[in-house]
């Protein structure tokens, strides 16, 4: 009999993100589970899942687990797992818990499978090859932890309440000190994980248009125009961010942490547009779970008509995204 076990961390206001609640919506299909929760504050996220069916809720508390750090992080894992005497442990696969995945697991003498796209009695499954080929696995060895990558599950929803919780005892030791946090604004920033639409810009933005010039600050202006309207997240073909490498004109704003496809990111929104981009395997291997993919192009027999785009516009477009950008601001 398996002993599963959830991890997560609250955010800054106390509450737990989406990527929390599908981690406790997986293992919530395994069948009995418990709750660890870690932060400055962990009840408001206990009586936020109060009706999840946990069978406990174990608490990491204190100013100093508020923050993301390794030292804290992974003490406060190790003693929740611990006093869980967990068998299998769900942790969503976040920036803060990727880094202490393996450290966890190592101290706990067990082993960790990252990346992880689905969790189910018999085992997981994730891709591989650049998500060429779904695998399922299984592993003997225990503690097993499974970090579930976003977006693969729907999130937990359950009746808040008053949930009773068991504190865990850490003591943690660290040398770093977290001073603050410098983040871009609201309208500077293009990654938005959670936003309902994927725009793709390809390298066709800065090449030559049909009056045989570059229009690279129109082109900005008008994808930046959009972004803001829209609040949907900015991806790239890898052809356009190479180009800052081989001296072509650049849109300031973009860099490889907006690259999508075989090489880049595979992100998960509901929908997708692609503009300037021709569609081809490598770039499509980062759409294989978007759910509905249209794309710009004014080339007909692109990889885009082959099959890869649910809708497929043969126009501008510099003269649709103007469109849709005055349409917006009305």
């Known amino acids: 009999m398996e002993t599963i076990l959830v991890i997560v961390h609250t955010e800054t206001d106390g509450s737990l993100a989406k990527p929390a609640l599908e981690a406790i919506a997986a293992a919530k299909t395994l069948g009995s589970f418990s709750v660890g929760l870690i932060g400055a504050d962990t009840q408001k996220a206990a009586n936020q899942i109060a009706g999840c069916g946990a069978a406990k809720f174990l608490t990491v508390t204190g100013a ?41 697991a190592a101290r706990l003498a067990g082993r960790a499978d990252t990346h992880v796209t689905g969790v189910t009695t018999s085992g997981i499954t994730r891709w591989y090859y650049r998500q060429r080929m779904e695998a399922q696995m299984n592993r003997t ?72 010039a570059t229009h690279v600050p129109e082109a900005a202006e008008i994808i930046l125009g959009f972004l803001n309207a829209s609040k949907s997240s900015l991806g790239s073909s890898k052809s356009l961010v190479d180009i800052s490498g081989e001296g072509g004109a650049v849109l300031p704003f973009m860099s490889h942490l907006n690259q999508v496809g075989q090489t880049g990111a595979t992100p998960r929104h509901p929908k997708g547009l692609s503009t300037c981009c021709h569609g081809e395997e490598p770039h499509t291997v980062g759409w294989r779970f978007i759910n509905e993919r249209r794309a710009i192009s004014l080339d007909p027999n692109c990889g885009w008509a082959r099959g890869k785009a649910d809708v497929l516009y043969v126009a501008d477009a510099f003269a649709v995204m103007r469109k849709v950008n005055a349409l917006l601001a009305k």
Not at 85 to 91: K, L, P, S, V, Y
Not at 141 to 158: H, K, N, S, T, Y
């Open 141 to 212: 060895q225990r503690p097993w932890l499974i970090a579930l990558d976003p977006g693969c599950v729907a999130p937990l929803e359950c009746p808040a309440g008053t949930a009773a919780t068991t504190p865990v005892s850490v003591t943690a030791m660290s040398r770093t000190q977290v001073t603050g946090i410098k983040a871009p604004e609201a309208s500077q920033q293009t990654i938005r994980p959670d936003a309902k639409l994927l725009f793709v810009a390809g390298a066709g933005w800065t090449k030559k248009q049909a009056d045989g």
């Open 64 to 104: 100093e687990f508020a923050q993301p750090r390794y030292a804290t992080d992974a003490a406060a894992a190790e003693a929740i797992a611990k006093a869980a005497a967990a068998t299998i442990i769900i942790i969503p696969h976040t920036s803060r818990w990727g880094r202490v995945a393996a450290g966890v």
